[in-house]
């Protein structure tokens, strides 16, 4: 049982990590293409080539790691 929960622990933390290099990346802009939307703040982005903002997930700008999200509690439930 005390093995299992360091390992989960672990897990997590990896997960945590993971999380900390989404928000810093820069993605790419879904009206010009660019990669230059950077995290403005608490979930809005804005692309520093033409402008646009967004209103994204607080980490990452796509619902696409909505599904990463959705995907890493199955996993944790799996477990
Ligand atoms: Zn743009």
Redesign the pocket.
Known sequence: MAKAQVRYGGEMRKRAAAVDRQRVAKYA?P??G?R?VKRECYAVWK?R??G?TFAGGAYSLTTAVGETGRRIIADVKKR
Do not use: F, V, Y
Request: charged share 35%.
């Open positions: 802009c009206k010009c660019k230059k692309c080539s033409c646009a």
